[in-house]
């Protein structure tokens, strides 16, 4: 598609509930990453695959969050028993390659988020 | 110590005002810099990437200073528009996540 698509782009959910977060990147595009933003602050860092593995995945707060990608295009990012601490908007971002000069020329592009309210 | 540190603001300036946002990084292997801006509720977007050698575009202006950590975007001829909060953003190297700044938020008043 033309740029980063997310889904839902509002999501409420009960405490202790599971929910899935899709992204589905510009096409092309080999690296995928997931962040978390808060109110007032910048987006933090979760998790970021090179195709279909995780590349780095050390931004996860804990095991209840797991992502995948298996076949290096769309991404899920999984959320077990969620807490109301785990409210945030969840943005997905893509790049052309993370080995290749066009993330120090063009950062990444983002979607639009998924706001996550858990209640 | 947070990696990438800025005043949040907010700065209340006139409309045609100079205005200077300063950033400072904690990790000196970083090799790529960038300006965010974001909008209120949407999503971060790529304002300017910074080069040593500092870069203009337009009325913005960014400048890296590698030995101070530091990184500055200044922007001439304010306009309304020009409202948001700017992100400071850095990568540590080829292949690794970009490190974001809370923000400086930034409201142009007429």
């Known amino acids: 598609g033309a740029g980063v698509s997310q889904t839902p782009s509002n999501k409420v959910t009960e405490k202790g509930k599971y929910v899935e977060l899709r992204c589905d990147p510009i096409?092309?595009?080999?690296?995928l990453y997931w962040y978390r933003q808060s109110l007032g602050q910048g987006p933090e860092f979760l998790i970021y695959?090179?195709?279909?593995?995780?590349?780095?995945d050390s931004g996860l707060p804990n095991d209840r969050f797991f992502a995948v990608r298996p076949e290096g295009s769309v991404s899920t990012l999984k959320i077990q028993r969620t807490e109301r601490g785990d409210s945030a908007v969840y943005l997905c971002?893509?790049?052309?390659?993370?080995?290749?000069?066009?993330?120090?020329?063009?950062?990444?592009?983002f979607g639009s988020g998924t706001r996550l309210t858990v209640v | 110590r947070k990696e990438v540190e800025q005043d949040p603001g907010p700065f209340n300036v006139p409309e045609g005002a100079t205005v200077a946002f300063n950033c400072t990084y904690s990790?000196?292997?970083?090799?790529?810099f960038f300006w965010y801006r974001q909008d209120c509720r949407k999503e971060p977007k790529l304002l300017m990437s910074v080069y040593s050698s500092g870069n203009e575009d337009g009325r913005f202006t960014a400048q890296l200073n590698r030995a101070s950590q530091y990184i500055s975007l200044l922007i001439r001829d304010s306009k309304l528009s020009d409202s948001a909060t700017y992100l400071c953003v850095v990568n540590k190297g080829y292949g690794n996540k970009l490190v974001f700044g809370a923000g400086t938020i930034l409201r142009v008043k007429s």
């Open positions: 096409s092309g595009h080999t690296a």
């Open positions: 695959f090179q195709g279909t593995g995780a590349a780095d």
């Open positions: 971002a893509s790049s052309l390659s993370s080995r290749d000069r066009a993330i120090s020329d063009y950062g990444y592009t």
């Open positions: 990790n000196s292997a970083s090799q790529s």
